[in-house]
């Protein structure tokens, strides 16, 4: 597996596999790789002739008092398992390089950033869209994958790539799920063994609601308050029912929705979703869920 640390270098690798008629797919994280992420890696590695991960913790995500210094970085580790996960090379560069002196170019997507955790934490979003703007232009991908817990995420990359003719295909993967239901995210390692117990209620919550759903229940009021009920004993930050797309707050399910989550336990920050889709009577497939 080849380790690039330079644009530079990451672009003349990717102009020349491509000039070879290779395709590439692209799986940006921030390390801390659990098996969330090895399942977008091995997707990547599948559906493409080459499988391109970066390992970059991205300072213009975080807000100052969020936890960018104790994010963890086990980097020996992430490498081991992309390149068991049959990644070809992986793009490492530096904040220094990333964000020279005088950064000054942001972007911002308007109303898909806004709402749920563009609220919670309004930087976030220009942060991670400028970000993978200068992965993209770095690694030069025919597809990326994102995985369908950030849903928030997907729609603003999602957006961006359509508002911005980047040409790239946005695929985006479920959410996998330890046995016991709940989402797997970098930051679970925070969890002490009781908040551990106690974040069970997001996926719980939410799988209630999917049999709602199922069931026929169209009344985004009933639905919302059935989850907020179920999460009495954390600290909610919102429970939204909003369509899948624009991530506008929505009433009824009549399109494509998604149900998302996001509490507060002492530790950590964690966020859940489920997606439904009327038409097609389809919660979307939460892998492992352990339902
Ligand atoms: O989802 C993440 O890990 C990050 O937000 C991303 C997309 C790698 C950008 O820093």
Known sequence: ?????????????????????????????????????????????????????????????????????????????????????????????????MYPRNFSTYIDVEQVSQGLCGGSRPHFFRGVATVVTKLFNAVKPHRAYFGQKDAQQCAVIKRMVRDLDMGIEIVEMPIVREPDGLAMSSRNVYLTAEDRKRALCLSRALFDAEKKLRNGERDGGVLVQGVRDAMRNVEIDYVALVDAETMQPIREPIRPVVLAVAAFLPTARLIDNIKFDPNTDDAGSQTGSGR
Do not use: C
């Open 1 to 97: 597996m080849k380790q690039i640390q330079h644009a530079d270098d990451m672009r003349f690798w990717a102009d020349e596999q491509r000039s070879l008629h290779k395709t590439i797919g692209f799986v940006p994280t921030m390390g801390a790789l659990h098996t969330g992420h090895l399942s977008l890696a091995e997707a990547a590695v599948r559906d493409n002739d080459l499988g391109v991960a970066s390992i970059f913790v991205n300072p213009t995500q975080f807000a100052p008092l969020e936890d960018f210094d104790q994010y963890p970085r086990p980097l020996e580790e992430d490498l081991a398992k992309l390149e068991t996960a049959g990644i070809a090379a992986v793009y490492m560069p530096t904040a220094a390089e």
